[in-house]
């Protein structure tokens, strides 16, 4: 379970809550790099990433 969460989810901060939202310049220059590693991470695996839901 630890790998599947590891390997075929993509945490963002910029898709969670409102108040978690980056504040100033150098954290909103990640957006980009972390949305490339998640994407190289989807091709490289072979298989989508998934954005986690609810919690359970």
């Known amino acids: 379970r630890v790998q599947a969460v590891d390997e ?7 898709t969670g809550l ?3 939202k980056p504040l100033g310049n150098i954290n909103r ?5 972390y949305r ?3 994407e190289f991470r989807q091709r490289f695996n072979g298989c989508p990433i ?3 839901g609810t919690v359970r």
């Open 50 to 52: 998934h954005e986690p």
């Open 18 to 20: 409102a108040a978690h």
């Open 8 to 14: 075929e989810m993509r945490f963002s901060i910029w």
């Open 29 to 33: 220059a990640r957006n980009a790099p």
């Open 36 to 38: 490339r590693s998640a």
